[in-house]
């Protein structure tokens, strides 16, 4: 009997399904990428290409995959990255400004280029000599016994037939591999638009003293305009402008009919917005750009036997707000290849008794489905926290105690934002974690609030009798305080 190689056929070339043709290609597959879109790095195609948002936060999850296909992928997209170290708020009508580090220890995301990043690793992907690309395909459907697909020519309207051993489906969040994939298996699916959408503008560069394009705010930060019910955020492009996304609900942008509209809602609520972006400018983006839709899909399981696998927004897409979707689309593919390693999956099938590729999917069913659970949660979770949490005091306390104690403690205390966006920690590890952290916080801050409490009044008692220093007894009750926590959680 001939070995003969495995084929994969991947369903998507966008930052996930190009990803995925690397580690294939690695691990000697034969690999075709399928993608319905044109080709976005040919001049001609770049204003037809309409993407899902102009730039992104790339951090550790999705750096780790990006360094683990051995092609220093990594460097490559950082190479034009700008590094944010925290979230810069615009606090109400004036926009004051506050900033709030990500980490104690100066950690960054990075905004980078969405085009740019998808155009790097399908030109990494075609470079291996064994992954081939094939664009303006789209698939219709895939028989999954059978390890066919049907796909039709975007230009010519043809049916055009393929064969693989494996599909794998990373297109996207209206997958069209999921749905042939629940055809065969008992899947659990869920799909929900949140009420809110999201709108994207600019802010061009200011000119500087010297005739160049300069920033027009600081650019090591994440911009957040909290609303309450509504948020504006600013990433940095290298270009020295800023990506703007709007995010409010839908009934909010269907008020908004013209330009009058327009202006009192920004002067109401982004005045300082209104001088970066540029009266006339803003007003032509606002009509001129689409306004996106927020879909959340949760499904389970991912794969049926050996023969298909869904990743990426295909298999959970997730609200923007964590800066995770692509990382951790990104972390699938790591987390594939890992399994398949583990499983030990050759590029050869070893017969007919050879299970290891589906014991492989099987594994990743089970052991990824809670940590996906978990980050489309946090996704979520994270919206509240951005648009309002940010401005509320007890949330800054509790930040604050958290960053002490994290220093005091950096193995037993680690905050939310740390756990998920600068470590490779499991999602649902993290979620976990940070809801037992809650508990021994709360303990913390009633602990602070005590000893705060108790030295004011024992100072009230001294001064009166021997005018001691308030400022030393306040110290003493407090280190007390942050001992005995540190005690508690170790
Ligand atoms: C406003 C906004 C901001 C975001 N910001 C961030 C962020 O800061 N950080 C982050 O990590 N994530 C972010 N995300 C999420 C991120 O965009 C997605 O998680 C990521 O793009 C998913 O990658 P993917 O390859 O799985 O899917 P997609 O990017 O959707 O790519 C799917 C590809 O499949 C192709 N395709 C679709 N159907 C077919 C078919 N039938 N046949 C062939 N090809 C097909 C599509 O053309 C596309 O190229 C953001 C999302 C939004 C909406």
Not at 103 to 129: F, M, P, Q, W, Y
Not at 196 to 217: N, Q, R, T, V, W
Not at 441 to 455: C, F, I, Q, S
Not at 474 to 480: D, E, G, P, Q, T
């Amino acid at each position: 009997m001939t070995n003969k190689t495995r084929s994969v056929a991947i369903v998507g070339a966008g930052p996930v399904g190009a990803l995925m043709a690397v580690y294939f290609a690695n691990r000697g597959w034969n690999v075709h990428l399928y993608e319905t879109r044109p080709d976005m790095r040919l001049p001609e195609n770049k204003a037809k290409i309409q993407n899902r948002s102009i730039n992104l936060a790339l951090s550790v999850r999705g750096l780790t995959a990006l360094k683990g296909t051995g092609l220093a992928l990594d460097e490559l997209i950082m190479k034009s990255g700008l590094p944010m170290r925290g979230r810069m708020l615009h606090i109400g009508r004036e926009g004051q400004l506050v900033s709030q580090d990500y980490g104690v220890h100066g950690e960054c995301i990075n905004s980078v280029d969405r085009a740019k990043l998808n155009e790097d690793l399908i030109t990494a992907a075609e470079a291996l000599s064994n992954v081939h690309v094939s664009f303006n395909l789209a698939l219709k459907r895939a028989n999954l016994d059978k390890g066919t697909l049907e796909l039709e020519n975007k230009i010519t309207k043809e049916v055009v037939r393929a064969e693989a051993d494996l599909i794998v489906g990373c297109d996207g969040a209206y997958s069209a591999v999921r749905n042939s994939l629940m055809r065969y298996v008992r899947m659990d699916f869920e799909q929900e638009y949140i009420p809110h959408g999201y709108c994207e503008l600019s802010i061009p560069p200011k000119i500087g003293a010297d005739g160049k394009p300069e920033f027009a705010m600081d650019s090591q930060h994440l911009h957040i305009w909290p609303r309450h019910k509504f948020m504006m955020i600013a990433l940095p492009n290298p270009d020295k402008s800023f990506t703007v996304t709007l995010f409010m609900p839908f009934a909010n942008f269907e008020a908004i009919h013209n330009e009058q509209d327009l202006m009192a809602f920004f002067e109401e609520y982004f005045t300082d917005a209104v001088t970066l972006i540029g009266k006339d400018f803003l007003i032509k983006e606002y009509f001129k750009n689409p306004k996106g839709s927020l879909v959340m899909v949760k499904a389970n399981p991912y794969h049926y036997k050996d023969r298909c696998i869904i990743l990426g927004d295909a298999a959970h897409s997730m609200v923007p707000f964590y800066g995770q979707g692509m990382n951790c689309g990104f972390e699938d593919v790591r987390i594939l290849d890992s399994l398949l390693s583990e499983f030990n999956v050759k590029s050869t099938k070893q017969g007919d008794s050879d299970k290891s590729l589906e014991q492989a999917l099987q594994a990743y069913t089970d052991r990824r489905a809670k940590d996906l659970k978990a980050i489309c949660e946090l996704a979520l979770y994270n919206y509240t926290e951005m648009r309002h949490g940010v401005t509320s005091p007890v949330y800054l306390m509790r930040k604050k105690i958290e960053s002490w104690l994290h220093l005091l403690v950096p193995t037993r205390v680690i905050p939310l934002y740390t756990m998920v966006s600068f470590s490779n920690r499991p999602y649902s590890e993290a979620y976990g974690r940070h809801h037992r952290q809650g508990f021994w916080l709360g303990v913390a801050g009633a602990a602070v609030g005590l000893g705060t409490a108790a030295g004011l009044v024992l100072a009230g008692w001294k001064q009166r009798r021997q005018l001691r220093d308030v400022g030393e007894l306040f110290k003493a009750a407090f280190l007390n305080a942050a001992h005995s926590v540190q005690k508690l959680v170790q």
